[in-house]
């Protein structure tokens, strides 16, 4: 079992930064892949960015790359979602999520993961 804590969301004005923390524990953090998701109020979630196991590889969804990065530290259990540029659009929930993997892929489904955190609020306002 791995338990995911996320931290870090906030409100901010439209063009501002924030980083988000998804902290893991209860199993060695470096065999998972991982991945923010966010939920806008009425909307489906969706992905915003993933990572393989060891951060070598990453993903993010057309409307953040360039704008959001996605990082890891397995040392310190934690992966981190850098925000720069924040526009009202990108106001939702940011969920954390994870899954145990063999290899070096990232996932970017849902349904592809097994642990999730109870996620954190951001606010971009205009």
């Known amino acids: 079992q791995v338990q995911l804590v996320e931290s870090g969301g906030g409100l901010v004005q439209a063009g501002g930064s924030l980083r988000l923390s998804c902290a893991a524990s209860?199993?060695?953090?470096?065999?998972?892949?991982t991945g923010w998701f966010r939920q806008a109020p009425g909307k489906e979630r969706e992905i915003v960015a993933a990572?393989?196991?060891?951060?070598?590889?990453?993903y993010y969804t057309d409307s953040v790359r360039g704008r959001f990065t996605i990082s890891r530290d397995n040392a310190k259990n934690t992966v981190y979602l850098q925000m720069n540029s924040l526009k009202p659009e990108d106001t939702a929930v940011y969920y954390c999520a994870a899954t145990w993997t063999y290899g070096s892929s990232y996932y970017t489904l849902a349904d592809q993961y097994d642990y999730w955190g109870q996620g954190t609020q951001v606010t971009v306002s205009s």
């Open positions: 209860g199993r060695t953090f470096n065999a998972y892949a």
């Open positions: 990572i393989s196991w060891s951060g070598g590889n990453t």
